[in-house]
T-cell receptor, first 113, second 116 residues
Framework: NAGVTQTPKFRILKIGQSMTLQCTQD?????MYWYRQDPGMGLKLIYY???????DKGEVPNGYNVSRSTTEDFPLRLELAAPSQTSVYFC????????????FGPGTRLTVT | KQEVTQIPAALSVPEGENLVLNCSFT??????LQWFRQDPGKGLTSLLL?????REQTSGRLNASLDKSSGRSTLYIAASQPGDSATYLC???????????????FGQGTILTVHP
């Protein structure tokens, strides 16, 4: 049981490039989330999904897109990367919403130059 | 808007000390509060989850309490060890829909250093 896995671990992008951050969970969780963590700050929610085919915006969605075609996978797409998107990105999942723990992946460290 | 504050921002203690990390939140309409540990360059590891109806949770040397009405939680670490050195984050899951749905609101963390 690998839990939540993320790839890549590190990436450097040039301004204007695009990329997809991959996230997979093998716990059959319904809910999945993408957060970003800026230095010295707490995590902020980018997008979340309550099940396959259903996604919605969090508090900082601009510049990102997501899809959820399967229960296991929740990729995050960055279009036209900007320096403001330099951050560490964490994917998380939980079985359901209110009473359940969120489990986090190891993160992707992204630098946009 | 929910705001979560952690005090102190950093803490350095000698091995063996008992210590308390504090977390406060502004909106008491929460489902639960979760404490995490984050090692440098790593992801978050869940330590304890306290439901809004609970007062405390214990796991080994860790004990977390919750006083929802006053908007406070504490994480107590007994007999600290150098291996406890990490950043400790608290996060609340608040009641509500829209962009708040399922969202954890995080504090900025307490950086703990336990020296031998």
């Amino acid at each position: 049981n690998a839990g939540v896995t993320q790839t890549p671990k590190f990436r450097i992008l040039k301004i204007g490039q695009s990329m997809t951050l991959q996230c997979t969970q093998d716990m059959n969780h319904n809910y999945m989330y993408w957060y970003r963590q800026d230095p010295g700050m707490g995590l902020k929610l980018i997008y979340y999904s309550v099940g396959a085919g259903i996604t919605d915006k969090g508090e900082v969605p601009n510049g990102y897109n997501v899809s959820r075609s399967t229960t296991e996978d929740f990729p995050l797409r960055l279009e036209l990367a900007a320096p403001s998107q330099t951050s560490v990105y964490f994917c998380a999942s939980s079985y359901w919403d209110t009473a359940y723990e969120q489990y986090f992946g190891p993160g992707t460290r992204l630098t946009v130059t | 808007k929910q705001e979560v504050t952690q005090i102190p921002a950093a803490l350095s203690v000698p091995e063996g000390e008992n210590l308390v990390l504090n977390c406060s939140f502004t909106d008491s309409a929460i489902y639960n509060l979760q404490w995490f540990r984050q090692d440098p360059g790593k992801g978050l590891t869940s330590l304890l989850l306290i439901q809004s109806s609970q007062r405390e949770q214990t796991s080994g040397r860790l004990n977390a309490s919750l006083d929802k009405s006053s908007g406070r939680s504490t994480l107590y670490i007994a007999a600290s060890q150098p291996g406890d050195s990490a950043t400790y984050l608290c996060a609340v899951k608040q009641v509500g829909g829209g962009t708040s749905y399922g969202k954890l609101t995080f504090g900025q963390g307490t950086i703990l250093t336990v020296h031998p």
